[in-house]
């Protein structure tokens, strides 16, 4: 299957600090990329798809000033968690349609932890 | 409003046992319908995927059931693992070029295979 990888794989911040979560496809090109959330022993949460070269579309409730997404590139989606706090905390997942039925691939999720 | 419901929550199967997980969708238009695994700290991986035109699908130990007049599909998992313990979530998507071909998923199914 196609790979998507994120980076970093765990991130620990201070409350306050902002953090960076990159999402690459690696062997394909993704007009489209969506990040996902997902608290401990709970399912996947979309918070919003990104699009490149335009604006993400938001789900409701998730605040764009809070989540930065950006998607310069064909391979290369971020999401920035600007002043973050303790219950931004969270496992947040990218994922990208690839093949010719358009399939959903995740990439490794990232840990953060804000203290 | 949940519209793809999975059960059990969890599940406890003996080593060579078979595991069922169910899933009920409410959406029609639904076309595509994924598995998907995930291991503790680690992105959800594609293991299977069914579309409503075949009652069923088979790959290895991993079997999907579908039935489109009662809108319930299931994942059977032959002769069981303890390496197949993880958290199996099921997933429904419309056609492609719909609704921005999001995923959405079911709550999850927690899955230990006792040796």
């Known amino acids: 299957g196609a790979v998507v990888s994120q980076h970093p794989s765990w991130v620990i911040c201070k409350s306050g600090t902002s953090v960076k979560i990159e999402c690459r496809s690696l062997d394909f090109q993704a007009t489209t990329m969506f990040w996902y959330r997902q608290f401990p022993k709970q399912s996947l949460m979309l918070m919003a798809t990104?699009?490149?070269?335009?604006?993400?579309?938001?789900e409701q409730g998730v605040e764009k000033d809070k989540f930065l997404i950006n998607h310069a590139s064909l391979t290369l989606s971020t999401l920035t968690v600007t002043s973050a706090h303790p219950e931004d905390s969270s496992f947040y997942i990218c994922?990208?349609?690839?093949?010719?039925?358009?399939?959903?691939?995740f990439g490794e999720g990232s840990r953060l932890t804000v203290l | 409003q949940q519209q793809v419901k999975q059960s059990p929550q969890s599940l406890i199967v003996q080593k060579g046992g078979i595991s069922i997980i169910n899933c009920a969708y409410e959406n029609t238009a639904f076309d595509y319908f994924p598995w998907y695994q995930q291991f503790p700290g680690k992105g959800p991986a594609l293991l299977i995927a069914i579309r409503p035109d075949v009652s069923e699908k088979k790959e290895g130990r991993f079997t999907i059931s579908f039935n489109k007049s009662a809108k319930q599909f299931s994942l059977h998992i032959m002769d069981s693992q303890p390496g197949d313990s993880a958290t199996y979530f099921c997933?429904?998507?419309?056609?492609?070029?719909?609704?921005?071909?999001?995923?959405?998923f079911g709550g999850g199914t927690r899955l230990m295979v006792k040796p």
């Open positions: 990104s699009n490149e070269g335009s604006k993400a579309t938001y």
């Open positions: 994922s990208a349609n690839a093949g010719a039925v358009g399939e959903l691939f």
């Open positions: 997933a429904a998507k419309p056609p492609w070029g719909d609704a921005g071909n999001m995923l959405t």
